[in-house]
């Protein structure tokens, strides 16, 4: 069974500092990740899908990196902003849970002026 | 992008009743999704569907029920809420694309935020 673990469970940076968000899961027989941000009270936006036989994304300011043969995940924001401010999670489809998706606890981000 | 719709957005309701949450979408994604998901936790899949009268059940058991009659409709009841229903309930739709490898990419509603009294 899939586990999607995310690292760290929350962070608090200064406005304009780059920051790096770690997801890790377990079988790497996954077929792509992807990074949804969630604001309060709403649904899911998705960021970015990296395919399994992609290595990164890149859109805007933020850069996904997939390592498959480690099982691991980093989303990179440059330059974060208060905008930035929400819960950022990783899900991996595939494997056992093949069109499904396994998603990990979050990361609650908050950036302050 | 993709539309999809959930109603009600908030739903307070007593023990014992009967309630359908409601999902459509409009871009003719195949495939559609519930998803559980309890404050500060991960999201459980509970249903999904490939297409009409298709339904499966996810991950985590619920005692949650869903059908798929038209493609854009992904209705799910529970003919008997209880406080242990409290959630917040999402629905997510996603179109298959194969691009050399099987590509799938989620929508998602704004959500359902459910509390049995």
């Known amino acids: 069974k899939q586990e999607v673990t995310q690292i760290p469970a929350a962070l608090s940076v200064p406005e304009g500092e780059n920051l790096v968000l770690n997801c890790s899961f377990t079988?790497?027989?996954?077929?792509?990740l992807q990074w949804f941000r969630q604001d309060p009270g709403k649904g899911l936006t998705s960021l970015l899908l990296?395919?399994?036989?992609?290595r990164e994304q890149t859109s805007g300011r933020l850069n996904a990196s997939l390592d498959k043969s480690s099982g691991r995940s980093t989303l990179y924001i440059a330059a974060s902003q208060p905008g930035d401010s929400a819960t950022y999670l990783c899900?991996?489809?595939?494997?056992?849970?093949?069109?499904?998706?396994?998603f990990g606890q979050g990361t609650i981000l908050t950036v302050h002026p | 992008e993709a539309d999809i719709y959930q109603t009600p957005r908030y739903l307070v309701i007593g023990t014992g009743k009967k309630i359908t949450l409601e999902c459509s979408q409009t871009m003719g994604h195949d495939k559609m999704y519930w998803y559980q998901q309890d404050p500060g936790m991960e999201l459980h899949l509970i249903h999904y569907?490939?297409?009409?009268?298709?339904?499966e059940k996810g991950d985590l058991s619920s005692e949650s029920t869903v059908s798929r009659i038209r493609t854009e409709h992904f209705p799910l009841t529970l003919e008997s809420a209880r406080p242990s229903h409290t959630s917040q309930y999402l629905c997510a739709s996603s179109a298959w694309a194969d691009r050399g490898g099987f590509y799938e990419k989620l929508f998602f509603g704004s959500g359902t935020q459910l509390s049995v009294l």
């Open positions: 569907s490939y297409g009409v009268n298709s339904t």
């Open positions: 079988d790497s027989a996954i077929y792509n």
């Open positions: 899900a991996s489809s595939g494997g056992t849970s093949y069109g499904k998706l396994t």
């Open positions: 990296i395919q399994s036989s992609q």
